[in-house]
């Protein structure tokens, strides 16, 4: 077969096209830090790089609503400490008002101090966070807009209160509760307690009815204690939850970036080797084609 200079130069031109796409390759690869910058490049990286992205997306949204389940339960946790705290300043005085040193006005000056303290367990009640009531169940924004605790004078609610359960996936197929059932701490008992006590401190001498508020105390600090050590008890397991969530967050980024980020000293060392074929081919192009009829007319 006659090879024709034509021939030469078109394959020459053809190979040179070769050889700056792979220039071109691997300058993208390595601008980007990317071993394909789409799907056509290597459509099986891209089918495993999308399957990848949508598993450390998925644990990423898990880490964001681990963070939501530990503002719920750390604002629950702190809120009650405060009940805590206050109904045993109530027990105290329920001691106080059952004894009978005390007289009428004296009696009545610790109604006011129970009246105030019904008042702070009152705005427990209807705490905040985020703009969210955190015992009011499912209805976060209350009833109606309003304040989802609101008494009667005899200490009963005004509206009921919504007891459902509000959960939170924190990984996959797991629904973990977040908040604190708020029938087993702010029950109408407590409030109807607490507007009997001060009535009959106000109103009453007879020893023994006091008396008999302080095992009623009694029975709302348990209930206290023991909405604490359940809440507890899911702190614990969302702490475990959340070690397992943050592993797999590693492992899949891992797996992620091993599927598309390229190996950036393999790359400089194909690039640098292209590089001198390009030289070459270059040079082996200049020798190839056959002078013209002008150069012998220099």
Known sequence: MRVTQSMLTNNMLRNLSSSYNSLGKYMEQLSTGKKINRPSDDPVVAMKGMDYRTQVNQVEQYERNIGEV??????????????????????????????????EGQRGNIASEVEQLKEHVLEIANTKVNNKYIFSGTETTGNGGDKPYVLNDDGTFVNPINNDDVRIEVSDGTKIRVNVQPDSIFNEELFSDLTDFAEELREGNDDEALGEFISRMDTHIDNNVNARAD?????????????????????????????????????????????AVHRAALSGGARIIQPTLLDFLR
């Open 70 to 103: 530990h503002n719920w339960m750390d604002n629950s946790d702190s809120a009650l400490d405060k009940v805590q705290k206050g109904l045993e300043r109530l027990r105290e005085l329920a001691v106080q008002g059952a004894n009978g040193t005390y007289e």
């Open 231 to 275: 809440l507890g008890a899911r702190q614990n397991r969302i702490d475990l939850i959340e070690n397992r969530v943050q592993e797999q967050a590693v492992t899949a980024k891992d797996m992620m970036s091993k599927n598309e980020d390229a190996d950036m000293e393999q790359v400089i060392m194909n690039l640098t080797s292209q590089e």
